[in-house]
């Protein structure tokens, strides 16, 4: 089982809301990942990082943002939600390029 | 940059049956290839990888071949049981600190 959680698992929030979706792990993994996931499956890469002070934006293009302050911590805020960052959010953290990549266990969000 | 195909999106097969699940990438530098299981709820678990220096490898029920000329590779799950049923993700790394580029994903239902 892999030490990676995430905080909420559901959240149900009004328009205009400031969020922070947080994830962390204790595995002492350099890099971590946010994806975010449409109901048809699909993972869209939004956000990474390869250690403390580093953020870079993925494939998919985000409102969100991202902060690595601490290795275990990898939060992302939507500083105004609409409805269309209704999404599945999942976290996911790797030492190396040919090592295994853990997921959390992901945060449900919808946005009325 | 790299590009993972997954086929088929979709596959139902009767309990006991085999279920196989082919992938193809695009770049030959591409040296290490995982695939995911998710569950209703759950973030995806890695259940199976390989490395490009191995033609296949088996863990029990299921097994994973790469066929680095043709440039694909494939899951193979025997014996299938209801429990398999989920949504599977095959993907691919370049290494270092790329972050792996997942295919779409096959929903498998295993009939009782």
């Known amino acids: 089982e892999a030490d990676i959680y995430q905080t909420p698992r559901y959240l149900v929030i009004g328009t205009g809301k400031k969020i922070t979706l947080e994830c962390s792990q204790t595995?002492?993994?350099?890099?971590m990942y946010w994806y975010q996931q449409d109901p048809g499956m699909e993972l869209h890469l939004i956000h990474y990082s390869y250690g403390v002070n580093s953020t870079e934006k993925g494939d998919l293009s985000s409102e969100s943002t991202v902060s690595r302050i601490r290795t275990e911590h990898f939060p992302l805020t939507l500083e105004s939600a609409r409805p269309s960052h209704t999404s599945q959010y999942l976290c996911a953290s790797r030492v190396g390029g040919a090592d295994t990549q853990y997921f959390g266990p992901g945060t449900r969000l919808t946005v009325l | 940059g790299e590009n993972v195909e997954q086929h088929p999106s979709t596959l139902s097969v009767q309990e006991g049956d085999s279920a196989v699940i082919k992938c193809t990438y695009s770049d030959s530098a591409s040296n290490y290839f995982p695939w995911y299981k998710q569950e209703l709820g759950k973030g995806p678990q890695l259940i199976i990888d390989?490395?490009?220096?191995?033609g296949e490898k088996k863990d029990q029920r299921i097994a994973v071949t790469l066929n680095k000329t043709a440039k694909h590779f494939s899951l193979h799950i025997t014996e299938t049981q209801p429990e398999d049923s989920a949504v599977y993700f095959c993907a691919a790394s370049l290494g270092g600190n790329t972050p792996l580029v997942f295919g779409k994903g096959t929903r498998l239902s295993v009939i009782a």
């Open positions: 390989i490395r490009s220096n191995v």
């Open positions: 595995m002492g993994h350099d890099k």
